[in-house]
């Protein structure tokens, strides 16, 4: 599930859009502010279509089994983020989750935003407010089957996304820790510097040490002398971010040329100077920060098994639909301690009842392990923290004995 590639598919349409910024100005302080903090961010770069309005999506970005259209983040009430409330905003950048309801692919570089803190996303938000709003309906998922199905988000998310602030390192100066957190979060550096794995997630044992994006070679940040930034100074790497260019050594080219003319070059000059400061410190082979995670191997069968069974109906963040189906997130029948509830509903069904269509048995479908795996992920999933105490046992007596 490359679909990390798209990160890579930008184009280069933005005159209009950046004069439009230019011209809305900043305040004061330029890094407290949003129109400042969306260009760091770098939004209207995928956010905006060839010759389209600003921010009003439908850039195409492309994978190898589809493409995507970027939504509309203008505050237009219908067609793009108007009645969007800051948490539903925040849900999208800091966690992934649009307010419609579904976990987005992380085309949208959410892993790196999530590092973001509330007050820039609230700042980001209060400035898309005051862009003119564009009604431009986009139908955003044009991918092959099955990475159409959204649900199969779930299973990335697990294995590789974990939301979380920025955590400052007390050890380090101020400017080195306002350089880690425009790197790792808003500027999103790492999303085409490191290399990706099979599933399109970013190799965190591999931080920044260069990786093929779209047809071109994103370096080595690192401070390796050969291949990375290990001779250039804090000054020559804020000047090539400012200018494009390292006089006599190098000039941007393909989607890094993007990268500074939508974003570093309209950076303050103390910025730039963190950002290097922080990209001078990291070691030649280095880590993404948590990368230590461990993943829950335990729970991959039961998330593999929700997917296919149970998303389609009670989606994958397990909160259902508003009337139709009951949310299995916060359910007390999910979580009571002996298990049984949960484990009856799978194999027996439900008939339709308080306007709810009926919930199908699974009696046929599935083997006692795996109603077992099945019901121990849901009750441990979502914030449901009972006891992953159901055990094939219990459903092997459970199915035999329908008076029980
Ligand atoms: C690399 C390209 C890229 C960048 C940079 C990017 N986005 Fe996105 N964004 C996307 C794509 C693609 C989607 C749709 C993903 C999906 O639906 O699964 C999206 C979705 C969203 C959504 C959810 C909209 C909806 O209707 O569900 C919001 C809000 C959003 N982006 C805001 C932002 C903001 C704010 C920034 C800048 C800080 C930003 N994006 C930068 C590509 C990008
Ligand atoms: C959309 C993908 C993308 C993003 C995001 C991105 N880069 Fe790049 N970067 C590239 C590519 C591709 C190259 C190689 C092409 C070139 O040298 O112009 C490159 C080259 C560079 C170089 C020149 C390295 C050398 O040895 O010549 C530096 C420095 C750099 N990027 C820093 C950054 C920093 C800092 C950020 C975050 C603010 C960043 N990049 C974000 C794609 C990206
Ligand atoms: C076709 C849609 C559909 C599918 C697929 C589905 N469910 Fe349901 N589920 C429902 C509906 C509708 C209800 C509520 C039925 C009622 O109360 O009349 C429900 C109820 C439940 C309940 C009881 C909730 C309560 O509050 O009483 C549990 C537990 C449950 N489902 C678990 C699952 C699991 C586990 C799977 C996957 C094996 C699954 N469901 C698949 C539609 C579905």
């Not at 461990?294 to 296919?308: C, H, M, P, S």
Request: hydrophobic share 40%; with cysteine; net charge positive.
């Amino acid at each position: 599930m490359r679909i990390n590639l798209f990160i890579a598919c930008r184009l280069k349409f933005l005159t209009f859009a950046l004069c439009f910024l230019t011209f809305s100005g900043f305040a004061q302080t330029p890094e407290k502010n949003g129109a400042y903090l969306s260009i760091v961010g770098d939004c209207i770069s995928c956010h905006t279509a060839p010759s389209g309005k600003p921010l009003a999506g439908g850039l195409k970005m492309n994978s190898p089994f589809g493409y995507v259209l970027t939504p509309n983040i203008t505050p237009d009430l219908a067609t793009g983020i108007g009645s969007w409330t800051k948490d539903d905003f925040f849900g999208a950048v800091h966690n992934g989750v649009s307010k419609k309801g579904y976990d987005l692919y992380p085309v949208m570089p959410f892993t790196s935003y999530t590092k973001v803190s509330r007050a820039d996303v609230d700042a980001i938000y209060d400035y898309l407010k005051t862009v003119p709003p564009v009604s431009n309906p986009v139908q955003v998922n044009h991918l092959d089957f099955p990475f159409n199905i959204r649900s199969s988000m779930i299973v990335w998310r697990e294995l590789f996304f974990k939301p979380g602030f920025f955590k400052p390192d007390p050890q380090q100066s101020s400017v080195w820790n306002r350089g880690a957190y425009l790197v790792e979060g808003l500027a999103h550096c790492a999303e085409c510097h490191t290399p990706r794995n099979l599933m399109g997630a970013m190799e965190s044992s591999k931080l920044f040490s260069g990786a093929a994006v779209d047809g071109w070679y994103a370096l080595n940040l690192t401070s390796n002398i050969a291949t990375g930034l290990g001779s250039w100074s804090a000054q020559d790497i804020a000047n090539y971010l400012k200018t494009g260019s390292y006089p006599g050594k190098t000039t941007v080219l393909g989607p890094m040329e993007e990268v500074v003319h939508n974003s570093t070059s309209r950076m303050t000059d103390a910025d730039l100077l963190a950002i290097a400061t922080y990209l001078k410190s990291v070691p030649p082979s280095s880590k993404l920060n948590g990368a230590d995670r461990k993943v829950d191997a335990t729970k991959l069968e039961g998330i593999r098994l929700y997917v296919d069974n149970c998303s389609g109906c009670h989606q994958s963040t397990g909160k259902g639909i508003a009337k139709v189906i009951p949310p299995l997130a916060g359910n007390p029948s999910v979580t009571d301690p002996s298990g049984f509830n949960i484990v009856k509903v799978i194999i027996r069904g439900i008939q339709a009842r308080d306007g709810y269509i009926p919930m199908p048995s699974f009696a046929a479908q599935l083997n006692d392990e795996e109603i077992a795996e099945l019901a121990n992920y849901i009750r441990t999933s979502w914030g449901n923290s009972a006891s992953a105490n159901v055990t094939s046992a219990i459903v092997k007596k459970i199915r035999a004995n329908p008076g029980i």
